[in-house]
């Protein structure tokens, strides 16, 4: 089976790819390392050529609402149209859990268009919901942190490791659609 990771050169996606090949499927890491970019849509056309399954773990550069809303509906756009010319069956794309929760946030607002763009598309889809990583755990603490003060939000979180993820995702990738959210 041919399944093109986009993203597949970051923290899910490397871990994505590898477990893909262990399996013996045929795993295209598709990033802007290696051609693809999916704003613009070059090399998209070349990279799902004869793919069954696409796989998008690619994330906004930023967190800004608009910036972030920007991205997602773009590349996401541009994904699903490249998807239909190109005849793949199954589009997997990763997601928060709560999204449709968290719409005061500019960031979740634009993860809830990318989801309603996916839910539209006549491609038959899959939508992996994680969440956060431990793997961030440092970056969330120090962007909480100024000087010697550190200010958390008091909400509870239940991370997970970035290889749980890849697995989860793995799984779904390589099963038939659900049209749904897993």
């Known amino acids: 089976m041919k399944i093109v990771v986009i993203g597949g050169s970051g923290l899910i996606g490397s871990k994505l790819v590898r477990k ?5 499927h045929q ?6 390392d290696s051609g693809v970019n999916t704003l613009t849509g070059e090399g998209l056309a070349e990279a799902l050529d004869s793919a069954d399954v696409v796989v998008d773990v690619s994330n906004s550069p930023s967190f800004e609402g608009a910036a972030a809303l920007k991205f997602f509906e773009t590349s996401t756009g541009n994904l699903l149209e490249a998807e239909e010319v190109a005849g793949v069956g199954h589009h997997v794309a990763l997601s928060v859990v709560g999204t449709e929760r968290l719409s005061e946030s ?11 763009l996916i839910k539209r598309s006549s491609i038959d889809y899959s939508i992996v919901h994680a969440t956060q990583f431990y793997e961030f755990i440092e970056r969330i603490a120090s962007d909480a942190t100024d000087g010697n003060t550190v200010r958390v939000a008091p909400v509870l979180i239940q991370p997970m490791a970035a290889e749980d993820v890849a697995s989860a995702v793995g799984r779904i990738c390589v099963g038939s659609p659900v049209n749904g959210v897993v």
Do not use: H, M, N, W
């Not at 893909?20 to 013996?24: C, D, F, I, S, V």
């Not at 795993?27 to 802007?32: E, N, R, T």
């Not at 500019?106 to 309603?116: D, L, M, N, P």
């Open 106 to 116: 500019g960031y979740f607002r634009a993860k809830i268009a990318q989801e309603k």
């Open 20 to 24: 893909l090949l262990e399996q013996g």
């Open 27 to 32: 795993a295209v890491s598709a990033a802007l």
